[in-house]
């Protein structure tokens, strides 16, 4: 079965400063992978996904992921944050058709200094 | 753009009750599902659907049931609530369609409190 692991639980970050939010999974296959973005009392928003092709992806609101095997890794970046960065941020692995069936990490916090 | 409605933001029940979640996608998406989120435990998948009147069980399914009459609605059905279904409860759609990855749209979350 899969799974996905996110080291940390909250992040501290000036604004301007850079981010990168940490992902680790384990699955069989070749992986469908996602970011997630969680603002306070909303739903979650899709940044970002890979499947397969550059390892380097680009996503919404200033977001890049790369995928590296090797370490099974799928870390989030963003090089200059902003205040509304201020979100839960979750990381998943897909499996079965197209990767439809979703395991999440348990999600880091981002808070965001002036 | 997709819209998922979720019939309440926030809902509080007594331990024993039997209570409905209702969840509705205006996207005609052939795929829904049922999730709750907890504290450092990220969402954990209860049951997803991949049509009318088809169900199946997801990580979590104990103590939960669903039902899906029609393409648009999903609904979370906890028989006899208890204080560990306290939690939020976020529903998904998608559809085939979309291509080789396929995307899940989140409604809003229903908070739900068991006393």
């Known amino acids: 079965a899969q799974s996905v692991t996110q080291p940390d639980i909250h992040i501290t970050v000036s604004e301007g400063a850079s981010l990168e939010l940490r992902c680790n999974y384990s699955y069989g296959a070749t992986p469908y992978l996602f970011w997630y973005v969680q603002s306070p009392g909303q739903g979650l928003q899709l940044l970002l996904k890979y499947f397969s092709g550059d390892t380097l992806v680009q996503g919404i609101k200033g977001f890049e992921a790369e995928f590296k095997r090797s370490q099974s890794s799928f870390n989030l970046r963003k090089p200059s944050v902003h205040w509304s960065d201020a979100a839960e941020y979750f990381c998943?692995?897909?499996?079965?058709?197209?990767?439809?069936?979703?395991?999440f990490g348990g999600g880091t916090r981002v808070l965001v200094k002036p | 753009d997709v819209k998922v409605t979720q019939s309440s933001r926030y809902l509080v029940k007594r331990t024993g009750e039997k209570v409905f979640l209702e969840c509705v996608q205006d996207m005609d998406h052939e795929n829904m599902f049922w999730y709750r989120q907890d504290p450092g435990l990220g969402l954990r998948l209860i049951y997803f659907s991949y049509d009318v009147k088809m169900k199946e069980k997801g990580d979590i399914p104990e103590g939960y049931s669903v039902s899906r009459e029609k393409k648009e609605r999903f609904s979370l059905i906890l028989e006899s609530a208890s204080t560990n279904q306290t939690s939020m409860y976020l529903c998904a759609s998608s559809s085939p369609r979309q291509g080789a990855t396929v995307e899940q749209y989140f409604g809003p979350g229903t908070r739900l409190t068991v006393t």
């Open positions: 998943a692995v897909g499996a079965g058709a197209a990767g439809n069936k979703l395991t």
